[in-house]
């Protein structure tokens, strides 16, 4: 664990401080839902202007979903009854907005302060204009922060009910470990190929796994990861109906960014819509891909997280498939 100090490093020496201090002591559970921040500002001493920013911040829409959901679900408190009432404490995502004449306009992000797990941005700020600077300026680190605050989250409550047999098989089959709760199971695998699934009469989960043989580094170009995420999809996963299968939505700009992934050398994580092909049956959901190197050098592995829940938001079911991807442990040695 470390803290971060945000002026070009924000994150977690203190919470380490911390945890090194209190080691003894056994953190109560955060409290909140998946992807919720409490947000604390003294609305009073707050502009309109800085209210839309806040707002601009934490309640912009998610892309690549096919319906427009908020980013982040927000509960706001003053300052005052933050630092006042224990249950407010507890919430897993904490935003401090403090604007006042000498504070150091700096940005802090805490690990467990209160709880855990939990994460905790401090913004402290001598003038309303400073915050909107720091707000501006900090927005993808904070929002990063608290999305790998929420994979963690994850892949603690999977760990918690994890399906031994079914890790196992992928252990044995791919030579890394990913971590799915006991409600998933194996759907059906090929060379190099496996797809793991969650089925309920309202929702349907699933990760694909592809491996492939490293050739170059062109494999991991956007344009080669949408056309190998068609070629995957397209032979493992058909239609519920005799004819069709599932293929990237073209007509949907996909998002591919490079993305600091334990264990791998080079990542690029990309976000997407999928929907079934030459077919009647209207199915489709938001996707999430990592495509890898892996630490040897030798193959591209692509885990594929999909969504299909027509009645529902997808936001928080696309959060656990990414939750699942999180989890990838590679091995080494005798245990590989």
Not at 12 to 35: D, F, H, M, P, Y
Not at 56 to 85: A, H, I
Not at 166 to 181: A, P, Q, V, W, Y
Not at 217 to 243: A, F, W
Request: charged share 25%; net charge neutral; proline share 4%.
């Amino acid at each position: 664990m470390k803290k971060i100090v945000f002026i070009v490093s924000v994150v977690l020496l203190l919470a380490a401080c911390n945890s090194r201090q209190n080691e003894a002591i056994v953190q109560k559970s955060s409290s909140g839902k998946t992807l919720e921040v409490l947000v604390a500002a003294d609305k009073g001493h707050l502009t309109k202007t800085t209210r839309d920013l806040i707002d601009s911040v934490f309640r912009q829409s998610q892309g690549c979903l096919p319906q427009p959901e908020p980013m982040f679900d927000v509960v706001s408190v003053p300052v005052s009854s933050l630092r006042n009432t224990h249950m407010f404490q507890m919430h897993r995502n904490i935003i401090i907005l403090e604007v006042k004449k000498g504070n150091p306009d700096k940005v802090y992000i805490d690990r467990d302060k209160w709880a855990a797990p939990q994460v905790v941005v401090d913004i402290a700020a001598s003038s309303e204009a400073s915050l909107r600077d720091l707000l501006r300026k900090y927005e993808p680190n904070i929002v990063q922060g608290i999305y790998e605050a929420e994979h963690q989250r994850m892949k603690k409550a999977f760990f918690n009910i994890r399906n031994v047999e079914l890790m196992n098989r992928i252990k044995e089959k791919f030579g890394f470990e990913l971590t799915f709760s006991e409600d998933f199971m194996w759907a059906s695998e090929d060379d190099g190929f496996a797809w793991i699934r969650k089925e309920t009469k309202d929702i349907s989960l699933g990760v694909l796994i592809n491996v492939t043989p490293y050739r170059n580094q062109d494999q991991l170009t956007p344009d080669k990861i949408y056309n190998r995420l068609d070629t995957i999809m397209r032979r493992h996963v058909p239609s519920p109906g005799e004819d069709g299968f599932m293929g990237t939505e073209r007509r949907v700009e996909m998002e591919s960014i490079k993305v600091d992934y334990e264990g791998t050398s080079y990542c690029i994580q990309t976000h997407g819509l999928w929907c079934l092909k030459e077919t009647t049956d209207r199915m489709g959901g938001p996707f999430v891909c990592y495509s890898m190197l892996s630490p040897d050098g030798k193959d591209i592995v692509d885990l594929i997280g999909f969504v299909y829940a027509p009645r529902f938001g997808k936001r928080d079911y696309l959060m656990q498939v990414e939750g699942i991807c999180a989890t990838l442990k590679w091995l080494e040695g005798e245990e590989k």
